[in-house]
């Protein structure tokens, strides 16, 4: 009789993810994961390495928002510690990214052991999912289950422990293939279909409606189903916003798409939504973004419909008016097919306004723009707005644009609509999500890239988002993946030394300069292209020359620190400190 060839549990881990098509994995090297490693390698799988466990986290969760696949995140015990704010980020954002963690030794849990950590408590309420492997003959039930999870409902990332005598010890490499389900390849994500009755009663709200809205959210990227959002604005004349916070799920150039959903960053959508007799939510929360779906926001006269693929956003949506139970994709092809209805009688006027409102916008915020500089007391120094604006004239219309910061973030989403409704079409937007992480814009940079190796992928980053997540920077050295950063560098946490003057009572800042740091010469250092940008007229040729180098570059721009609208509205009263 001949013995069944035994295997690492590392191994089997990492034949596992294999088979569910993963195709890159991004870690910090150590001990703990050796026999994945190995795993890995006999699989011929992709293995970023990353100098930072919370950058490995960050790439992940980049290429998996790019992609809409699930990339893995490999940590070990210490090391996952590390990993916390990228698993955090990537929760915000329902990203389904596969963090695993080889942990301490299960035969002596709760001893004591080396680099002992409690994990899966830890990362329970950042995961849809959070388990230790107990037998190594179930790690590809574990692998399996964790996958569905991760993408089925409202996607969102997972974790798995694999302890060390596990990780080390071997087993039958056809372990736990004797029972269901045989086929462990991954399967498409089931989807929940609209009940035909409360569909109908969606579509005659509409129906009866003068002013709707449409907001898209998370759940429409995670579809797919952002084209269909773009022809049901288009064709049934429905003004489309999406919440702030998110991947793009529109190019600001498409003729239905207004803005983010935010009176502050978006003036027009105040108006918009303080008109509406009907607002539609697809695949999006009713969380701080929304005012909780509340006044003043959302008139109390405006009814108010969430449509989430999951009935766990169903019952986070608590105070829609009415919900609808449906997989985004499903429903906006209900709602295109309803066009051709005759009840279905809405005409051009009120999508011809909200568009008119947005050229206004527009005119008058490039207007502004070139009274403010132009002014003595701004003494020709370059506006972060402005700074956002010639960076994507430099760009091509198929190079990614990432940004990352506080003040910088916010000028940067109102560059792209200006741009946009211009005519200016990029391949892709990603910036931090809902929790405002500063320090992603490297990493996620470093994803675009090598997802997209022949575009160029361009960064703004805010000088303090930089010192945050800079260190980054190393796995586009070593990996060849040339980016481009520009730094808005204004000499400290401008974000928040301008919240600072309007709550504290002295009106000073305090704990928020930064000297004068030479981020160009840094790239310089490592290997890189770096430039310094003191006058705007110099923006534009220093970025392309950036982008010509062939090497990863910094812009290092000095900006005037200047509130955006969104700072500003916060901070109005004294007794104010947050956004809520």
Not at 42 to 71: F, L, S, W, Y
Not at 252 to 259: D, H, S, V
Not at 412 to 432: D, M, R, T, Y
Not at 519 to 540: A, C, P, Q
Request: charged residues 20%.
């Amino acid at each position: 009789m001949i013995e069944a060839k035994k295997i690492r549990g590392g191994a089997l881990l990492a034949r596992a993810l294999q088979e569910k098509g993963v195709e890159h994995v991004f870690t910090l090297s150590g001990g703990f994961c050796n026999p994945a490693l190995e795993g890995f390698m006999e699989c011929q799988m992709k293995v970023i390495n990353c100098p930072h466990e919370q950058v490995a986290g960050h790439i992940a969760d980049g290429h998996t928002r790019i992609t809409r696949k699930p990339a893995v995140c490999l940590v070990g015990p210490e090391g996952f510690a590390n990993a916390v704010p990228a698993m955090m980020e990537a929760w915000g954002e329902r990203s389904p990214v596969i963090f695993v963690t080889g942990s301490s030794t299960i035969k002596r849990q709760g001893s004591g052991g080396f680099k002992e950590i409690d994990d899966v408590a830890i990362a329970k309420p950042l995961t849809k999912y959070s388990v230790s492997i107990t037998d190594g003959a179930r790690i590809n039930e574990f692998v399996d289950r964790a996958f569905k999870v991760a993408l089925n409902g409202y996607p969102g990332a997972v974790h798995l422990s694999l302890p060390v005598d596990l990780m080390f010890s071997s087993f039958p490499e056809d372990a736990g293939r004797h029972e269901r389900p045989f086929d462990l390849k991954s399967q498409v994500p089931s989807r929940a279909w609209p009940e035909p009755s409360r569909l109908k009663q969606v579509l005659g709200k509409l129906d009866a409606a003068n002013h709707p809205v449409l907001i898209g959210g998370h759940g429409v990227w995670w579809s797919g189903a952002e084209t269909y959002l773009e022809e049901a604005g288009r064709i049934l004349g429905i003004p489309v916003f999406n919440i702030p916070y998110h991947q793009k799920l529109l190019g600001e150039e498409c003729e239905a798409y207004m803005g983010l959903a935010d009176i502050h960053q978006y003036h027009p959508s105040a108006d918009a939504f303080n008109e509406s007799d009907l607002v539609i939510m697809v695949g999006a929360r009713l969380d701080n973004q929304m005012n909780f779906g509340n006044p003043p926001l959302f008139p109390k006269s405006t009814e108010l419909i969430c449509i989430n693929g999951s009935h766990e956003e169903i019952d986070f949506n608590r105070a829609a008016d009415f919900t609808l139970l449906s997989d985004p994709c499903a429903f906006l092809q209900a709602l295109i097919a309803h066009k051709s209805s005759p009840d279905f009688k809405l005409g051009r006027s009120w999508f011809n306004l909200n568009r008119q409102r947005r050229s206004d916008w527009v005119a008058k915020m490039l207007t502004d723009l070139d009274k403010e500089t132009s002014a003595p007391e701004f003494g020709g120094r370059i506006h972060p707005l402005q700074l956002a604006l010639d960076v994507q004239q430099a760009m091509d219309k198929e190079d990614w644009l990432v940004i990352d910061g506080g003040n910088t973030h916010f000028w940067s989403e109102i560059a792209v609509n200006l741009a946009g409704f211009q005519g200016k079409k990029l391949g892709g937007i990603l910036h931090p999500g809902t929790f405002s992480l500063l320090g992603v814009g490297v990493s996620f940079a470093v994803s675009a890239k090598n997802i997209h190796p022949d575009k160029n992928v361009v960064l703004i980053s805010g000088d303090g988002a930089f010192l945050s997540g800079g260190l980054s920077i190393e796995t586009a050295f070593q990996e060849n993946l040339p980016i481009t950063v520009v730094i808005d560098n204004n000499g400290g946490l401008d974000c928040i030394s301008q919240q600072q003057e309007r709550l504290f009572e002295s009106g000073k800042h305090y704990a928020t300069d930064f000297r004068d740091i030479p981020f160009h010469t840094m790239f310089e250092g490592l290997g890189g292209h770096g430039e310094l940008v003191t006058k705007r007229e110099d923006i534009i040729p220093a970025v392309e020359r950036a982008m010509a180098s062939g090497k990863t570059a910094c812009v290092n721009v000095k900006v005037k620190g200047v509130i955006s609208p969104i700072v500003l509205a916060t901070t109005s009263k004294r007794d104010k400190a947050s956004i809520e």
